[in-house]
C-alpha cells in the first residue's frame, strides 16, 4: 500500500506540501520523495512490495509524463510484453508499464487494459494536462480538490488534501479524469446482457473464476498474510491460498474477550486447510480506546463501516507490529455480489439486482474503504480477490432469479461452486454467519451503544436534527461517531452518501440498526 498526493499547481511552499503528504505516511513508511514537474508537484509514500529496491520508487517519469501509482497491476508481465519492441522496463515495479501504455495508447485504452487494484496521477507535460483514474471496484483509494487557485489536486486520502484544497470529494471507481472531464470506464454495476449458464455451469465458471483471482493476488516480493473470520468468504480466500502455496499460510482472527462468536470457526478452517494461525484478543478498552484514531482514518461516520473497523483495525496493528507480514489478502465484497440476510426480503429478482447494483456501486464508501483504511494506517496493503474484475462482471451477470435465496441458503451459488471438491469442508461451506461487527462478540457493539448512551440524552438526539441536517444521525450511537468524525473533517460529511443500512422500502427492513442480528430472518447466525 502506498500513498500519494500531487497539485496540478506549485503555489504551496514545499514545506507545506510536504506536511500534507506526511498524512499518508502510514500508507508508505519505507520512503517518500517530493518532485516538482511541469508546473505541478508530485509527492509519494512508498510500502515496497514489488521491486523491493530503490528502483521501484515513484515518481516514474518518462517521454515527458510524470506518474504516481498506488495499486498493483496483476496482468504486468503481459503487458510489459507488450512493450518489448519500444520501451524496456529499467525496474521490477508492477507499475512502471503504465507510461509507456500512456503514451502508446492513452489514457481510456490504458484504464481498459489494467487488471488490478489502482489509483494513479499522470502528468503529461506536451499537453499540459493532469489526469487520473481509479479501479473499478474503488479498492485503492484516491479523493481530489481544488487549491486556492483552482487547480485540481488528488490524493489516497482526504485528509492529505484538507490542508491544501476545497471542494474535496472522492474520486469514483472506474472513472477517469482525462484533464477536463470525469469519464465512467467502467461501471461493475451496469450489467449489458444476463448469462444463460444453469446452476452447473455458474458454479464451475465461479469456482475457476475465484481461484484464478486469489492466486494472481499472490503476487508479492513481500510476504502475504491472510485474515481469516471462518465464514463463507475469508474461508475460501484462505483455502485456495493454502492449496497453491508450499509452505502453511499465516491466518489471524480477531475476537471479544467475551463470546467472540469467530474465533472457533476461524480455529476449525484453520486446522483444516493448516495455515499457521494467529488468535488475538480484544477488550472493550481495546475497542472504546481505539474509536477515536479510527474514525480519523476512515474518514467516515457510518454506522455499519465503524463498527466492522475496530476489530480490523486492531487485527492489523497487532500483525503491523508484531510480523514482518507487508501484504494482507481479505474477504470483503461477496455479500453485495450474492446478497445478505436483507436481501432474502427482495420482492423480485429485478429489485434484488438494482439493490446489488447500487450496493457494488456504492461500496468504495463503505466495506471496501474500511478494508483498505484498516490495512494500510498500519503500513499494510489490502488485496481483495472478490473485487477482481472479471470475477464481478460474471457474478452480476447471473440471473438475479438464480441468485435469490430460493435455496433456503443464503450465498448458495458462492457455495455450490466449491461443494464436494475438498477444498472446505461442507458443513463450514454451508455455515450461516454473522455480520463481522457481531461475529467478534455480540458485547462490541453492546458495549459501543452503551458508552454512548453514557454520552448523550434524549434531547440530545432530538437536538441531532437541527445540528446535522445531512445524514442526521437517528440513534445515539450514531451521534458519537458523528461528532467525532466533525470533529477532524467539519462540514465534510458529502463523503458519505448515507448511512449502509437494509433497504427500508422492502418487508422486515424498516430497521433503525444495521446489524443483521436485528432482521427477522437472522436465525443461527453467529451462533
Not at 96 to 105: F, G, N, T
Not at 182 to 203: P, R, T
Not at 217 to 239: E, F, H, K, M, T
Not at 466 to 492: M, V
Request: glycine letters at 6%.
Amino acid at each position: 500500500m502506498c500513498g500519494f498526493l500531487t497539485m496540478d499547481s506549485r503555489e504551496y511552499p514545499l514545506e507545506q506540501f510536504k506536511q500534507a503528504l506526511h498524512m499518508v505516511d502510514d500508507r508508505g513508511p519505507d520512503m517518500s520523495r517530493v518532485e516538482l514537474f511541469d508546473e505541478s508537484t508530485f509527492g509519494f509514500a512508498r510500502l515496497s512490495i514489488m521491486d523491493l529496491s530503490e528502483k521501484g520508487m515513484q515518481p516514474f517519469n518518462y517521454n515527458d509524463c510524470e506518474l504516481v501509482c498506488n495499486g498493483e497491476i496483476y496482468n504486468y508481465p503481459a503487458l510489459k510484453k507488450n512493450l518489448e519492441e519500444s520501451y524496456t522496463c529499467k525496474s521490477d515495479s508492477d507499475c512502471e508499464v503504465l507510461l509507456p501504455l500512456y503514451r502508446k495508447y492513452g489514457l481510456d485504452i490504458l484504464c481498459r487494459m489494467l487488471d488490478g487494484e489502482f489509483a494513479f496521477v499522470i502528468k503529461d507535460a506536451q499537453s499540459g494536462k493532469m489526469m487520473a483514474a481509479r479501479d473499478p471496484m474503488g479498492i485503492r483509494p484516491m479523493f481530489y480538490g481544488y487549491t486556492k487557485e483552482g487547480k485540481i489536486a488528488f490524493a489516497s486520502t482526504a485528509k492529505a488534501l484538507f490542508p491544501l484544497c476545497h471542494d474535496i470529494m472522492p474520486f469514483e471507481p472506474g472513472s477517469y479524469y482525462d484533464g477536463e472531464k470525469f469519464v465512467k470506464y467502467n461501471d461493475l454495476g451496469d450489467v449489458k446482457m444476463y448469462v444463460e449458464d444453469d446452476i452447473e455451469q455458474i458454479a464451475t465458471k465461479l469456482n475457476s473464476l475465484l481461484t484464478a483471482s486469489v492466486i494472481k493476488r499472490l503476487q508479492s516480493d513481500a510476504p502475504i498474510g491472510y485474515l481469516l473470520s471462518g465464514g463463507l468468504d475469508s474461508s475460501l480466500v484462505c483455502a485456495i491460498a493454502a492449496e497453491n502455496n508450499d509452505k502453511p499460510i499465516k491466518t489471524f482472527a480477531i475476537g471479544m474477550d467475551r463470546n467472540p462468536i469467530d474465533l472457533k470457526y476461524a480455529k476449525e478452517v484453520a486446522e483444516y486447510i493448516g495455515s499457521d494461525h494467529t488468535e488475538i484478543i480484544m477488550t472493550r478498552e481495546d475497542v472504546l480506546g481505539h474509536l477515536k484514531e479510527v474514525i480519523r482514518q476512515l474518514e467516515t461516520f457510518d454506522i455499519t463501516t465503524i463498527r466492522a473497523s475496530l476489530g480490523m483495525f486492531i487485527l492489523c496493528e497487532y500483525i503491523h507490529k508484531n510480523t514482518d507480514l507487508k501484504v494482507i489478502l481479505t474477504g470483503e465484497v461477496s455479500d453485495e455480489i450474492f446478497g445478505y440476510k436483507y436481501t432474502d426480503f427482495a420482492p423480485s429478482p429485478e429489485e434484488f439486482q438494482e439493490e446489488s447494483a447500487k450496493r457494488i456501486r456504492e461500496l468504495y464508501m463503505y466495506d471496501v474503504l474500511r478494508a483498505d483504511r484498516c490495512i494500510s494506517a498500519n503500513s499494510l496493503e489490502g488485496r481483495v480477490p472478490f473485487a477482481d474484475t472479471a470475477f464481478v462482471e460474471y457474478a452480476m451477470s447471473i440471473d438475479p432469479a438464480k441468485k435469490m435465496n430460493t435455496y433456503n441458503k443464503g450465498k448458495y451459488l458462492l457455495r455450490h461452486a466449491f461443494e464436494g471438491t475438498g477444498l472446505l469442508p461442507d458443513d463450514i461451506l454451508m455455515r450461516e454467519k454473522a455480520a463481522f461487527s457481531d461475529a467478534v462478540g455480540h458485547s462490541m457493539v453492546d458495549d459501543l451503544k452503551e458508552y454512548a448512551n453514557s454520552l448523550y440524552s434524549d434531547e440530545d438526539l432530538v437536538k441531532a436534527k437541527e445540528k446535522y441536517p445531512y445524514c442526521t444521525p437517528f440513534t445515539k450511537e450514531s451521534l458519537l461517531y458523528r461528532d467525532i468524525f466533525e470533529e477532524f473533517y467539519p462540514g465534510q460529511a458529502k463523503w458519505v452518501k448515507d448511512f449502509w443500512m437494509p433497504n427500508k422500502t422492502w418487508e422486515n427492513c424498516n430497521v433503525d440498526d444495521p446489524s443483521a442480528r436485528v432482521l427477522a430472518n437472522y436465525g443461527d447466525s453467529g451462533k
